[in-house]
């Protein structure tokens, strides 16, 4: 079953390993574990219903305490404090679980007549916030997009593929296998994430260097909106005027519910292997990663860990003897301490595997790359998913940890990256409250573009005596990095998404006059502002996970 208050599968569990735990210890001092309050405990806070009843819409609608608790948050770290502690602060007043267009034309038509907030609810993997409702005098009805997950059509000769929005990406991938294909759309929350979910957010894939970001794939669909269907068809390509599929693409539930998307799909590869390439030092790595993506050798995904990263995913890897050895064999040929590690995937037929192997293989030689096969990345295959898991670990051994991203162009990568994992690493210390506090602070490039990449960015650090402590240390170093990141050059979000958190620092990338013409659209599909307020525009500050949970800054 579902982890009411975390991540994924109560089943799994991903146990950190003895070494690892004292490589975290080194770095950042014992942890103390805060305690975690019950789900009975935060069902007994939810108020009643303000929904009105009596409708047509009844039938889809569960009002029911443990219901709308599991619905009213996402995954970003205060959304995990908010569930953890138990202050959740504001609950939604139902959700509604539709199983057609026509139903969620109904519910759209219900919040018109009874000024109803309405929220599109997809998989519940935001780490933007953008599923949480806002404290508001009107009622907020959340739709779960889940019953809407089949694939309704495909067409083999142009290869579109349609789905129900509420498709997860396990049915979507499953459900294409069984006919010879795949999207090859594989966001790291790609186990509860949904179609509709990645549309609405601009969602990038593992491997999007092969198949393309949801962008290249998504080439049509049905939205419902309060002004009626809008129907997105299936072009290849137009010059008629702005494109309103792009219009739909980052709209985060603002102009309507996505109900059905028609996406691009690829036969299915006739091989694939993920490699695993170590760099003397981070400029050796940086130039490697650049060089294969503009001669555009035909790699699946690239991946390149700056030398902290590197360390942490040794340490935290277990196996000690096997690293120990690896590590010996490195330091023989060059790669010792600051090397960098990249991660390369090649996919397709016979002939383009060989061929894209044998390139990148030479580029990364002549940088000074150490090749060292297939075995490490087919452990990175295994994990590629699981790794959100971690965050449980972390926090049972009473650490935190969240991540921030960006993209920026090639020649402003170094800048903007150190600029990033300074202020992480020291900001704790600028605060009154947290003055010996620090953070381990690493980073990778996870999505290269033959014009710049993107920079993901984790950071660890002890959690506080308390709840709102914690939150005000997380707080501090969101908001000082987010205004360092869209001062230079950086975007808010290259994968993310807008939802609550980023909104903020959405004008500054925007400009005036972007923003007005986003709020333009928004209100010509939603004049009442009933559809997700508060998401993607209108947050002038960051969200508290509950009113109690909130503590000034110092």
Same mark, same amino acid.
């Given at each position: 079953?579902?982890?009411w208050?975390g991540?994924?599968?109560? $089943?799994?569990?991903?146990?950190?390993?003895e070494?690892?735990?004292?490589?975290l210890?080194?770095?950042?001092?014992?942890g103390?574990?805060l305690?975690?309050?019950?789900?009975e405990h935060?069902?007994? $806070?939810?108020?009643?219903?303000r929904?009105p009843a009596?409708d047509? @819409?009844?039938?889809?609608?569960d009002t029911?305490?443990e219901?709308? %608790?599991?619905?009213?948050?996402?995954?970003s770290?205060?959304?995990?404090?908010a569930?953890?502690?138990?202050?959740?602060?504001t609950f939604?007043?139902?959700?509604?679980?539709?199983?057609?267009?026509q139903?969620?034309?109904?519910?759209?038509q219900y919040?018109?007549?009874?000024?109803?907030?309405?929220?599109?609810?997809?998989?519940?993997?935001? @780490?933007?916030?953008?599923?949480?409702?806002?404290?508001?005098?009107?009622?907020?009805?959340?739709?779960?997009?889940?019953?809407?997950n089949?694939?309704?059509?495909?067409d083999?000769? /142009?290869?579109?593929?349609?789905?129900g929005?509420?498709?997860?990406?396990?049915?979507?991938? +499953?459900q294409?296998?069984a006919?010879?294909?795949?999207?090859?759309?594989?966001?790291q929350?790609?186990?509860?994430?949904?179609?509709?979910?990645?549309?609405?957010?601009?969602?990038?894939?593992q =491997?999007?260097?092969?198949?393309g970001?949801?962008e290249?794939?998504?080439?049509?669909?049905?939205?419902?909106?309060?002004?009626?269907?809008?129907?997105?068809p299936?072009i290849p390509?137009?010059?008629?005027?702005?494109?309103?599929?792009?219009?739909?693409?980052?709209?985060e539930?603002?102009?309507?519910?996505?109900?059905?998307?028609?996406?691009?799909v690829?036969?299915l590869?006739?091989?694939?292997?993920?490699?695993?390439?170590?760099?003397?030092?981070?400029n050796?790595?940086? &130039?490697?990663?650049?060089?294969?993506?503009? &001669?555009? %050798?035909?790699?699946?995904?690239?991946?390149?860990?700056? +030398?902290?990263?590197?360390?942490t995913q040794?340490?935290?890897?277990?196996?000690?003897?096997?690293?120990?050895l690896?590590e =010996?064999?490195?330091?023989?040929?060059?790669?010792?301490?600051?090397?960098?590690?990249?991660t390369?995937?090649?996919?397709?037929?016979?002939?383009?595997?060989?061929?894209?192997?044998?390139q990148?293989? =030479?580029?990364?030689?002549?940088?000074?790359?150490? #090749?060292t096969?297939?075995?490490?990345?087919?452990?990175?295959?295994?994990?590629r998913?699981?790794?959100?898991?971690?965050?449980? +670990?972390?926090?049972?051994?009473?650490?935190? %940890?969240?991540?921030?991203?960006? *993209?920026?162009?090639?020649?402003?990568?170094?800048?903007?990256?150190?600029?990033?994992?300074?202020n992480?690493?020291?900001?704790? /210390? =600028?605060?009154?409250?947290?003055? &010996?506090?620090?953070?381990?602070?690493?980073?990778?490039?996870?999505?290269? #573009?033959?014009?710049?990449?993107?920079?993901?960015?984790?950071?660890?650090?002890? @959690?506080?005596?308390? #709840?709102?402590?914690?939150? *005000?240390?997380?707080?501090h170093?969101?908001?000082?990095?987010?205004?360092?990141?869209?001062?230079?050059?950086?975007?808010?979000s290259?994968?993310?998404?807008?939802?609550?958190?980023?909104?903020?620092?959405?004008?500054?990338?925007?400009?005036?006059?972007?923003?007005?013409?986003?709020?333009?659209?928004?209100?010509?599909?939603?004049p009442?502002?009933?559809?997700?307020?508060?998401?993607?525009l209108?947050s002038?500050?960051l969200?508290?996970?509950? &009113?109690?949970?909130?503590?000034?800054?110092?």
């Amino acid at each position: 079953m579902r982890r009411w208050n975390g991540w994924g599968d109560d $089943q799994f569990n991903l146990e950190l390993p003895e070494q690892g735990l004292s490589f975290l210890a080194e770095r950042l001092g014992p942890g103390s574990p805060l305690a975690d309050s019950s789900l009975e405990h935060v069902c007994q $806070q939810v108020p009643d219903s303000r929904l009105p009843a009596g409708d047509d @819409v009844d039938a889809l609608m569960d009002t029911r305490p443990e219901t709308r %608790v599991r619905h009213a948050r996402g995954q970003s770290l205060p959304d995990w404090l908010a569930m953890r502690s138990g202050e959740f602060g504001t609950f939604p007043d139902g959700v509604a679980f539709p199983e057609s267009n026509q139903d969620v034309q109904a519910l759209l038509q219900y919040a018109h007549r009874h000024q109803v907030v309405l929220i599109p609810y997809g998989g519940g993997t935001s @780490v933007a916030g953008h599923i949480n409702p806002v404290a508001s005098e009107r009622p907020v009805l959340t739709v779960d997009m889940s019953a809407m997950n089949r694939l309704i059509d495909l067409d083999e000769e /142009s290869r579109i593929a349609t789905f129900g929005a509420g498709t997860p990406g396990p049915l979507v991938e +499953a459900q294409l296998r069984a006919r010879g294909y795949t999207l090859g759309h594989f966001p790291q929350s790609f186990e509860l994430s949904t179609l509709g979910g990645w549309v609405a957010s601009r969602s990038s894939g593992q =491997q999007s260097l092969r198949y393309g970001r949801i962008e290249q794939l998504f080439a049509g669909g049905r939205v419902e909106t309060l002004k009626g269907t809008l129907q997105l068809p299936t072009i290849p390509a137009s010059s008629a005027g702005p494109d309103i599929r792009e219009m739909i693409l980052g709209s985060e539930g603002r102009l309507g519910v996505i109900t059905e998307v028609r996406v691009r799909v690829s036969a299915l590869a006739e091989r694939e292997s993920f490699h695993v390439v170590f760099f003397p030092d981070w400029n050796a790595a940086r &130039n490697a990663c650049r060089t294969l993506v503009q &001669n555009r %050798v035909q790699l699946s995904m690239l991946r390149l860990s700056n +030398a902290v990263e590197t360390e942490t995913q040794l340490a935290l890897a277990g196996h000690p003897r096997l690293i120990g050895l690896l590590e =010996q064999v490195l330091s023989v040929r060059g790669a010792r301490d600051g090397k960098c590690m990249m991660t390369f995937g090649v996919t397709g037929s016979r002939t383009q595997c060989a061929s894209a192997l044998k390139q990148a293989k =030479q580029i990364c030689g002549r940088l000074g790359g150490v #090749y060292t096969g297939t075995r490490l990345g087919k452990k990175w295959a295994e994990k590629r998913f699981t790794m959100p898991y971690l965050r449980e +670990a972390l926090w049972q051994l009473g650490y935190a %940890v969240d991540t921030l991203e960006t *993209a920026t162009d090639w020649d402003n990568v170094d800048n903007l990256l150190q600029r990033i994992e300074g202020n992480l690493r020291t900001g704790l /210390s =600028q605060r009154e409250n947290s003055r &010996n506090e620090r953070a381990h602070v690493f980073t990778h490039l996870s999505h290269v #573009y033959g014009q710049g990449c993107s920079i993901y960015t984790t950071y660890v650090f002890r @959690v506080a005596d308390d #709840y709102p402590e914690t939150l *005000a240390r997380w707080r501090h170093l969101k908001t000082t990095t987010s205004e360092l990141i869209v001062n230079n050059r950086g975007t808010i979000s290259h994968q993310h998404g807008v939802g609550k958190d980023h909104a903020p620092w959405l004008p500054t990338e925007k400009g005036d006059l972007g923003i007005l013409a986003i709020r333009a659209l928004c209100d010509t599909f939603d004049p009442d502002t009933l559809l997700n307020p508060g998401t993607l525009l209108d947050s002038g500050t960051l969200p508290n996970p509950g &009113n109690s949970l909130d503590a000034e800054p110092s």
